[in-house]
């Protein structure tokens, strides 16, 4: 049973307040930000309590959706009706940001009159609120496809020669039969967790991936997607006469149909409008290929007293590929009070965080098959032979798009009954660092 929802921003400005119960009291936004801001770390603790009143709440797109009751409630269904929420709101805004629930607010507020009555949660299905949900949503940003500012990501293998923006899918569900374009976007979206020693050898390999569904077309009653046909699920298990795709587990939507899977490797699906997650599924430790990069360091102290660490990052990508977005974080001593630094091409940037204890390199763009340096004078203060081993542990973060790790493609989507305009489908893949670390 759920006494209040409320959304704030990042700075504990209140954008939407529901009292469904009027038992909490009304100061509780400035409770629950309070005990928040107080806690140490980034990450405080979900559930927390203020005399009889229990806060739960998550944190997305930058975002507090805090949910508050006075019930023994179980704090894992609300935790999935915040998170819940939150897609609901995505789906319907077209994307989730401060300005977005601000622009729709009132939207926001018809929703949740529809889903939760008197504190108990009727429903969360963007099928069922479709029919009763009549206000129109508030677009932050016009959609163009000839937006020269949206970077283009989407794309299948049977499309190379169409390429739709990022924020293509970034638009609203319809709630009405409306007219439109019908299109179809799938995530196929991996994060890499990799520990490499300091010798090179590679430690720790694990890939975690799901495939995501984004439905606009209202007429569709079947999505029948192909995967690779010579995809096993576990390591015993061989198939198909090609380069072998494995994944150790996975597990699917409760709307998917697996009569095809085993045979075939084919799931169906009725979509809802709005987005899905219909896969995730774990590889651990037996990459297909080597990881994305590759690290030879060296630290030594010059003669004015200075620390020096030369970084060389090779991309083993191919050369058709590239990573984006990378940035390279750098321990070094705390006693650090000045870095000059010497890099190998003008695109990339670097900075001292002393709040951090760390350098920050930062690559904007980074081709496959080629190689960056980058030689750091670190200035330390009382400089000892163990400031030289506070230096690393280096992590890495960066984007590769168009790229899987396990390998897992779409071979096809198929869409039934057919449609009068075919609709359009989009396929972008994209694996992102979840945890990539390298001793040194």
């Known amino acids: ?63 507090y959706w805090v949910a508050t009751t006075t019930a023994e409630s179980s704090p894992f269904t609300i935790i999935e009706f915040l998170n819940r929420l939150a897609s609901l709101v995505r789906d319907y805004c077209g994307c989730l940001t401060e300005k977005s629930v601000q622009m729709n607010f009132a939207l926001i507020y018809e929703l949740l009159d529809e889903i939760v009555d008197f504190g108990y949660i009727q429903t969360t299905s963007s099928d069922m609120l479709k029919n009763f949900i009549q206000t129109e949503a508030v677009s932050s940003r016009p959609f163009s496809l000839f937006d020269p500012s949206n970077v283009g990501l989407f794309g299948a293998e049977t499309q190379q020669s169409k390429v739709a923006p990022s924020s293509a899918a970034t638009r609203p569900i319809q709630t009405r039969e409306q007219g439109g374009k019908s299109e179809i976007f799938v995530d196929v979206l991996e994060r890499m967790t990799v520990v490499i020693g300091s010798n090179g050898v590679l430690m720790k390999a694990d890939v975690e991936g799901e495939i995501k569904v984004k439905c606009y077309t209202p007429n569709c009653s079947e999505i029948r997607m192909g995967l690779n046909e010579e995809l096993s699920i576990g390591k015993t298990q061989l198939r198909g006469y090609g380069a072998a795709v494995r994944v150790d587990e996975c597990s699917f939507h409760q709307a998917v149909q697996l009569d095809e899977f085993e045979s075939h490797r084919i799931l169906r699906l009725s979509p809802s409008q709005g987005e899905q997650t219909v896969m995730q599924y774990r590889l651990t430790d037996d990459l297909p290929s080597a990881p994305p990069f590759r690290l030879f360091t060296s630290i030594e102290r010059d003669g004015n007293g200075r620390l020096l660490i030369f970084l060389k990052l090779r991309c083993d990508l191919p050369p058709k590929s590239s990573a984006i977005n990378v940035a390279a974080v750098v321990p070094v001593p705390k006693s650090s009070v000045s870095v000059s630094q010497e890099l190998s091409s003008p695109d990339q940037s670097a900075e001292l965080k002393p709040e951090n204890r760390a350098i920050v390199w930062k690559i904007p763009r980074f081709t496959g098959g080629t190689q960056l340096s980058a030689l750091f004078k670190v200035e330390v203060s009382g400089f000892s032979s163990a400031s030289m081993l506070e230096v690393g542990p280096l992590c890495l973060s960066f984007e590769l798009p168009k790229v899987t790790a396990s390998g897992l493609q779409i071979r096809f989507l198929r869409l039934s009954p057919v449609q009068a305009g075919p609709p359009l489908r989009w396929v972008r893949y994209v694996t992102h660092s979840d945890s990539y670390t390298v001793r040194i």
């Open 1 to 63: 049973m759920i006494s209040q929802v409320f959304i704030l921003s990042s700075k504990g400005d209140r954008l939407i307040f529901k009292d469904f119960r009027g038992d909490a009291g009304s100061d509780v936004i400035n409770i629950f930000y309070e005990k928040v801001t107080a806690l140490p770390g980034d990450q405080p603790p979900v559930v927390m309590s203020h005399k009889s009143l229990h806060f739960v709440h998550v944190r997305q797109a930058g975002l």
